[in-house]
């Protein structure tokens, strides 16, 4: 494996020891989701709480795709002790792509399309309560998945870091068939339309997986960090993001059948029962093509290219701002 980024030195373990915040960017997505004039005014009030609490917050609104990573970078640049990401997971994935490795936490304001941190740490969908939970929070040092393109020979460029989750297969051509202009107006019936297509049209092909623990040829493989997978879905429920690991959910089979009947069994909580699912935990995982026919692979609900994909885990690598009392419950 190679190595992606050095752990800061300043960082022990998962708490983090460090001054009072003072200084705050409020990185927003002003076409992320619904009620953006609304989201706009609560914005405001967020401020104001923070300001309350000793923290002086500034609003970036982000302009077109990179532009979160932009300002978070700037944000670092210029000094500021907390980057606070409000958006869909697109948004915080961008940012945690620039904070990686750095000292400057990241807190979270939920909105957009989906946003799975925010439900894996039970922020309520309000941005006032929201940001008074930022105020009262705990800082804690976390790990980030890393994916690394694995294809023999080529330029393999730099790693591309996720939060919450990486996925190969359907997903990935689901992600990568959405239409933004279409998601704009619709919001997750995109996902839901793409789904439905990805469904009677996607051949299902199988590409070979391989990590220390196991090894298995499969159609989809979800890489969790989160036990959210994206809206409410929860698949990974073993995974933490308190832990240096992985769990990895493959599905082993070519049926649609038996892929739409995971449907139910993940809201009934029964999904490790059905045919052709496997799972265990991982701290790698390698995805190779084991035919002609292209996979795509996904993070945090993003286009991630084509597979041969490799899946690391990068230990301390990202401070996260969280409720009070959320590691207990879910570490």
């Not at 990185?27 to 300001?51: C, F, H, V, W």
């Not at 945690?96 to 922020?123: D, F, Q, R, Y």
């Amino acid at each position: 494996m190679r190595d992606v980024l050095e752990p800061s030195p300043a960082m022990t373990g998962t708490g983090v020891a460090s001054e009072k915040l003072q200084n705050a960017l409020i990185i927003y997505n002003p076409t992320s989701g619904r009620g953006r004039a609304r989201r706009l005014r609560q914005l405001e009030q967020a401020a104001e709480i923070l300001k309350a609490a000793g923290i002086q917050a500034e609003l970036a609104a982000t302009t077109h795709p990179g532009a979160a990573m932009e300002l978070a970078r700037k944000a670092v640049r210029e000094g500021h002790d907390l980057v606070i990401a409000c958006g869909g997971d697109g948004t915080n994935n961008e940012i945690v792509n620039c904070l990686a490795g750095s000292k400057v936490p990241m807190a979270v304001l939920p909105a957009g399309t989906a946003n799975i941190l925010a439900k894996e740490l039970g922020i309520p969908w309000d941005i006032p309560s929201a940001a008074r939970l930022i105020a009262s929070g705990t800082r804690v040092r976390i790990a980030l998945g890393a994916m690394l393109d694995s294809r023999p020979g080529g330029e393999a460029g730099p790693p591309r870091y996720f939060l919450c989750v990486a996925g190969a297969g359907p997903d990935g051509a689901i992600v990568s068939g959405v239409n933004s202009a279409r998601k704009l107006r619709i919001g997750i019936l995109e996902y839901w339309l793409q789904g439905l297509r990805q469904f009677f049209f996607y051949r299902f092909p199988k590409f070979q997986t391989a990590s220390a623990e196991k090894s298995v040829a499969a159609s989809l493989v979800v890489v969790g960090r989160t036990k959210y997978y994206g809206g409410p879905f929860r698949i990974t429920t073993r995974a933490s993001l308190f832990e240096d690991s992985f769990e990895i959910v493959a599905f082993t089979k070519r049926s649609r059948f038996l892929l739409a009947l995971c449907l139910p069994a993940i809201w009934l909580g029964c999904l490790r029962r059905m045919p052709g699912i496997e799972s265990w935990k991982t701290r790698r995982i390698s995805c190779e093509v084991a035919g002609v026919e292209e996979i795509f692979a996904q993070l945090d609900g993003e286009a991630a290219g084509k597979l041969p994909m490799e899946f690391n885990i990068v230990p301390d690598a990202l401070t996260l701002v969280i409720p009070s009392g959320v590691q207990t419950y879910l570490g």
